[in-house]
């Protein structure tokens, strides 16, 4: 495997199985990002996730002793609120997510509604209350014309045990299925406004951003298609797709963070 | 459009789009039924539905004018049970469906858990409980090794109102993308389980049946694949897969059941 022998302008970093597993950081992920920008690297912080804030994920990283601006992360409810008010200004929504993806998308301007017939697009994430009456207003709506929009299609999410669970993938195929209706836009990852959104906080072209994530089928996928050199780690997401192993080769592979410092590096 | 120029010796006839709509009888359906018994031609009722019994479905029935015995009724719950008795005798289950299946199950003689570790098999069924967590112990035992088993995989269920509402392809569309694990048996239409139940009750080859359906996706495809003649009723399922119609033609399509009666039969 091919070793680091130079760093790069910029690092667009994975949050979830790359620089932390729930509330536990990875092996090496703290002093590896703090010397990073000690060597005037810029990071950006990427993730599907989209039932925290950008805010609250900040400090969360403060707290672990990774000192975190907002305005350094990119998540996917920050990108769908975006990709709405400039597609669907005016949209009433029916979201299906946790409470503070609703809860943002209220701030934001949107009004929310349960009525299938006055919804203009649904909102899908992963969601810990997911059930048969959000399926079938979903299912209404679509029916009635409405659109959908995915803030991630992660299968799965890792979970600190080392297992995982459900993410936002099955809700979408379970609306597909019903409603016969293919899903209308992704955003997050591996979607191209995740990675524009990104580049915009970089700085730099895509060619000189290195893109570390310990998802094939997302991170990886995301990267090759902007145009990143791409970095997979081996920490995180435990069932690694083959097929999506084969279809987004890396650049490179590492075991974990530390391993972006070339050696000639103290 | 072929019309009908003999009867058949049976009929082997949907029931949910087909004979009613929720507790609304389908147009002529009765007459047709009860002037086809006596004409001795024999009647086995088909239908994907798990969540009531048999005897429930012959109860209700008979209150409408169709007098009906339970063993003229194939439904898949029956055909599940059968099915697991002898594929996997002594399996812990675990069960998505509505309350009945669990309870005939259970009548059945098989244990039921929600611990992933004890699951043997999932079976999987329309379900207007379903919601994430069902959802995740099912992830969980596929994760054990558990295998799954659906008693339907119908897209959607009629409504009385002429709607529809989500059944349980959905459910196992998101079981399925959740695990990585595809559906190991299907029991219900269009599979060759429960065309070989209703065959049996018929008591004649599959050359001298009649399968009558709305749906093509689900009666006309088993009837196809079982070897008997085919009729379409256009009551029912109301968006036809277009696909699904091209892939099963039926040999006859006819607007509503009286129209499986020759002209010259009084």
Redesign the interface.
Known sequence: LPRFQHLFPAYIIDLDGTVYLGNRLLPTARETINKLRRLERKIVFITNEASRTRAVIARNLTEMGIPTQPEEIINSSMVTVAYLQEHHPKAVLYVIGEPSLSLELLEAGFRISQDPQHIGVVVISS??????DK??IA??AIHCGASTIATNAD??CPLVDG?E???A??????????S?HPLDVLVGKPSCFMAEAALRVSGVPANQCLLVGDNPETDIRMGKQAGMVTALVATGIR?K?KEAMLASQPDYQINQLDDLIPDFIE
Chains 1, 2 share one sequence.
Do not use: Q, V
């Not at 969601?127 to 048969?132: A, E, I, P, R, S």
């Not at 993938?169 to 019903?178: F, K, R």
């Open positions: 969601d810990h209350g997911f059930n048969y399926l079938k299912f209404d299968r799965t297992g669970e459900p993410d993938l099955p809700i979408i195929a379970a609306i597909e299925t019903s016969g069932t797709n």
